[in-house]
Structure formats: structure tokens, C-alpha cells
């Protein structure tokens, strides 16, 4: 992973879509903002480990050149009280306390693996997430 340090404390940088074939996100999203490289720190991973880091950071990997997957996992902690600036609710799962404010569809624990309650739950929360993130591009 590639970071310029500090970076997480600035508002949110504008990104464009580029839905590049070799770049792994939704949407192939890049920064248009100049990024100064001199300041760029490299965090090596060794195969198995995993790299956290606020989501604001500049942060980036260049292509995957073994012969296994690359797997990106998204986990946000957030407080009950925020709320998506459209106001659409989203799925979460409340990990501790209790949710006071009603900005998001709960999920429950998981019953059990591969359950079909869990995964019709599953889809739905893909589905409309889907139709969110790919809703500016149509």
C-alpha cells in the first residue's frame, strides 16, 4: 500500500470514474487532485496481512503480480447519530449500544452460514447499494 501521510485530515478529495478494466474498484475511482509522490510512503505487505487506514488518505497499490487474488474489504465504525448526506438509509450492523436516531436499516447477526434469510438480506443491501453507487454514471 502507497499513503501520503496527513492527507486524512482534509475534506474528502474529488474523485472521477474511470471504470479502467485493471483497476479494481467499483467504479475504477481516481483522484483528480495533484498528488505530490515525494511525500508517498510505501507499507509492504508480506502475503496474509492486511493494511487499515482512514478512509479520507490518499492511498493506492500498484497491480497485483502474483498469481493469487488481491482482496479489498471496506469496514466503516460509525456512531448511530450520522446519517448519509442523501438521506437514503443503508444497511449496517450496530456492534454495541443501542441505534436512537433510525438512520439506517439494522441487520441482524448472521443465523448461520450461507442462511437464506441472511443472504435474501444480503442481496437486498447489495442491490440498492448498487443502484446508489452507480446512480450518477447511468
Not at 479494481?24 to 487506514?53: K, T
Not at 479489498?72 to 443503508?90: D, H
Request: charged residues 25%; hydrophobic residues 35%.
Amino acid at each position: 500500500m502507497r499513503y501520503v501521510p496527513g492527507t486524512h485530515t482534509q475534506e474528502i478529495a474529488v474523485h472521477r470514474d474511470t471504470f479502467a478494466e485493471n483497476n479494481q474498484l467499483s467504479r475504477g475511482q481516481e483522484l483528480v487532485v495533484d498528488v505530490n509522490e515525494a511525500e508517498a510512503v510505501d507499507v509492504v505487505l508480506a502475503p496474509g496481512q492486511i493494511a487499515l487506514h482512514h478512509g479520507r488518505i490518499f492511498h493506492a497499490s500498484s497491480a497485483n503480480q502474483t498469481d493469487d487474488r488481491r482482496i479489498g474489504l471496506a469496514i466503516r465504525y460509525i456512531s448511530p447519530r450520522m446519517q448519509q448526506v442523501s438521506g437514503v438509509k443503508t444497511y449496517c450492523t450496530l456492534v454495541s449500544g443501542e441505534d436512537r436516531y433510525g438512520h439506517f436499516h439494522l441487520t441482524e447477526a448472521p443465523r448461520s452460514v450461507m442462511h437464506p434469510t441472511d443472504r435474501e438480506m444480503a442481496h437486498r443491501a447489495i442491490t440498492e447499494g448498487r443502484k446508489r453507487l452507480f446512480a450518477a454514471t447511468c
